[in-house]
């Protein structure tokens, strides 16, 4: 992505009923990576028709956000799975600490990172897996 911001604005107060298939970033997020360039041609119509039940959406299409997207491969569904730029920052966010969310070089917080808490060395799949359905909840 361009940029860490979302646009428009994710504002507390609107709730969750902003978000997901209500808004431009949040639903290409969500997007299955395989409907991605249908989504990318008209994302209005694509969201509209996803709220209204014409496109189904179901687990076994896994959305975007898993992936990093220059390394997708149609053929081989998993080249580029679990290494998609928002789940990374998710998983750093909750591990390693907010102030490495966007920058992993960042200077260290104030309080311990839980995954130091919970005696991570290195990013265990489970961890991974968590951070993700922290991600589709968000």
């Given at each position: 992505?361009?940029?860490?911001?979302?646009?428009?604005?994710?504002?507390?107060?609107?709730?969750?009923?902003?978000?997901?298939?209500?808004?431009?970033?949040?639903?290409r997020l969500l997007c299955p990576m395989?409907?991605?360039?249908?989504?990318?041609?008209?994302?209005?119509?694509?969201?509209?028709?996803?709220?209204?039940?014409?496109?189904?959406?179901?687990?076994?299409?896994?959305?975007?956000?898993?992936?990093?997207?220059?390394?997708?491969?149609?053929?081989?569904?998993?080249?580029?799975?679990?290494?998609?730029?928002?789940?990374?920052?998710?998983?750093?966010?909750?591990?390693?600490?907010?102030?490495?969310?966007l920058n992993a070089n960042a200077r260290?917080?104030?309080?311990?990172?839980?995954?130091?808490?919970?005696?991570?060395?290195?990013?265990?799949?489970?961890?991974?897996?968590?951070?993700?359905?922290?991600?589709?909840?968000?």
């Amino acid at each position: 992505p361009e940029f860490d911001q979302f646009d428009p604005p994710l504002v507390k107060h609107h709730g969750k009923l902003a978000r997901g298939w209500n808004h431009p970033q949040t639903a290409r997020l969500l997007c299955p990576m395989r409907m991605l360039s249908t989504f990318d041609a008209d994302p209005r119509s694509f969201m509209e028709k996803v709220n209204e039940g014409q496109i189904k959406i179901t687990a076994t299409k896994l959305p975007t956000f898993l992936y990093d997207e220059s390394m997708f491969d149609p053929i081989k569904k998993s080249q580029g799975c679990l290494r998609g730029y928002y789940l990374k920052r998710v998983f750093r966010h909750i591990f390693t600490g907010p102030s490495s969310a966007l920058n992993a070089n960042a200077r260290r917080g104030t309080k311990t990172p839980k995954g130091r808490i919970h005696g991570m060395t290195s990013p265990l799949p489970r961890a991974i897996a968590y951070a993700a359905v922290q991600v589709g909840f968000a």
